[in-house]
């Protein structure tokens, strides 16, 4: 894993929020645990550069988080976590792997934190809880959880009905939560993580950005759409029932039509197979597939290590935070 | 207009910008020339705290029109501006009503920019066009405007169709073309404005924020209705056809209704008959009316008078700004 190369890259002093001190990591940044790309050797790859890399479990059967787990705990010089989606009918067991494991940090996502949260917090667990909306954000904050993703509907993948953005998503869960705020959804740059800290944020997840780097396991012509993709390209499909952000492609204009002429739930769903992600993004399907996919990819031109993504972001969010000092206020 | 106790008021510096310096304004907040909200008290309030306040000819006939631009001569000490829709079929004559009584600044929208632009520019008018994407900012751009508003998805009233939020378009604008860029959409305080300039942008437009204020020309149920309004009380409706962003109320759901049964083009704008803004936002029919207001109201608590919503957002922004400091990078 370069780690050698890595740490000398660490040109950046650590930034410390209450996301850093929480997790015990170097920089307030965390890689999503986008199914099919975020696996170990991403993880391991963030983490060492000083982020938090995080296993995305939604794509694996258990014996495979096991060897994921693994390979990056014999790679990762630092933290790494794993995300685990609720609605997962083997969570307990996803869970049992994780302690078993020696894993320390765990962010849930779909479902309800309520549950499980007090378990993995008197097992030592630090937590976080993916949400798109203030009323959730409060529920996880009521489960007990160490901090919050406050998502936006500009996100990749699944997503909430509601459809608020980042920018107004932000601010109204920090201030209705004291646990501290991880902003994602648009995040593709230090620009953008320098908004989210305007908006109250004290750390960022970004998912396209790492699905889009060198480690990501996901296909190649998964990337290639990613990087291809302009600022229009992406939509929010099945809004009504399962609301999901991908690439428009042949599949998601036949998803787009069914939803326009009135098509029912059990159509939409039908249509949106569960294997058509696996089919984009680990298989390389782009036509017949499900991209999913932020919409800040059409800001993303290049396909890098992790490491330098982490440098790059570092370098604009450090030369973005200074034009504040130019504005005499 | 209260001038001496809005100067007095003044506390915060100059905030120098290209914004500010194109427009000639102290501080780089524009306020959107919202239809039927935006007269010229609105305007003059705005422009006399230090912003630039917008007279929304968009809801007004030509006599009208002239009469808000001499109210607004005789009360406002600093420049104010006109918003034209340029889908208005009397383009031409709300220009020259612009140029007749002295108006200095014109934002343009909803049409294309390439017509009337050089003729504004030749007769010395500063101008801003609003667009939705990266494409239309580069031909407003190309069509020679001094400024540009990139408006994102959160924005309320009639919007883009690619539904771009705020954190993806800004950045990606600001990129792709070479004037300042004014950020709109999802802006309600300080630290949105913050966001907005870290994005990029070197001013920010707000409409919700202003229309709910007390110099707002809009009805107080109105009012009421946006202060009452969550997070997630609005909606984009009629995408495909002529999206606008309302908040969601039995109009509304009529709507949503005809498009979830796959309703053909003609009845939905046969629906969105352009007398349902005037009745909300106008006569204050919230059940019937069609509510435009943007995302961001759920954060909006207090109707305020223009100048203290300007003092505030200067306050916060002052505040996150100094945020930036403390984070050593």
Chains 1, 2 share one sequence.
Request: hydrophobic share 45%; proline share 4%; net charge neutral.
């Amino acid at each position: 894993m370069k780690t050698e190369q890595e740490n000398s890259k660490r040109s950046f002093e650590p930034i410390q929020t209450g996301v850093t001190q929480i997790f015990g990591i170097r920089y307030p940044v965390i890689q999503g645990g986008m199914i099919w790309a975020a696996g170990a050797e991403l993880a391991a790859a963030v983490s060492n550069a000083g982020g938090l890399g995080l296993i995305g479990s939604g794509s694996m059967y258990p014996d495979e988080l096991i060897r994921q787990i693994r390979w990056a705990k014999s790679h990762a010089q630092n933290p790494f976590g794993v995300n685990i989606p609720l609605f997962r009918s083997d969570v307990g067991e996803l869970i049992k792997i994780c302690l078993e494991e020696g894993v320390r940090i765990i962010f849930t996502s779909a479902g309800n934190p309520k549950k499980y949260t007090p378990f993995l917090k008197e097992n030592g667990i630090k937590t976080a809880h993916v949400v798109p909306s203030v009323k959730l954000a409060q529920k996880a904050a009521a489960a007990g959880v160490d901090a919050i993703v406050a998502e936006g509907t500009e996100a990749g993948g699944h997503n909430g009905f509601d459809e608020i953005t980042t920018i107004c998503l932000i601010p109204q869960v920090v201030d209705a939560v004291s646990v501290p705020v991880i902003a994602a959804g648009g995040i593709g740059d230090g620009r953008g993580m320098a908004a989210a800290f305007a908006l109250g944020a004290e750390g960022v997840q970004m998912g396209t950005r790492f699905a889009l780097s060198e480690e990501s396991a996901a296909h190649e012509n998964y990337k290639m759409a990613g990087i291809a993709a302009g600022e229009s390209d992406t939509r929010l499909i099945a809004k009504k029932y399962a609301p999901v952000r991908t690439i428009v492609n042949p599949f998601t204009e036949k998803i787009i039509a069914a939803e326009n002429s009135g098509a029912s739930r059990d159509e939409i769903i039908r249509l949106l197979d569960s294997g058509k992600a696996k089919a984009a993004i680990r298989d390389g399907d782009t036509e017949n597939g499900e991209i999913e996919i932020g919409q800040i990819c059409g800001m993303i031109k290049e396909i890098k290590p992790a490491a330098e993504i982490i440098q790059d972001l570092l370098r604009e969010f450090s030369k973005t935070a200074k034009v504040f000092k130019t504005l005499a206020v």
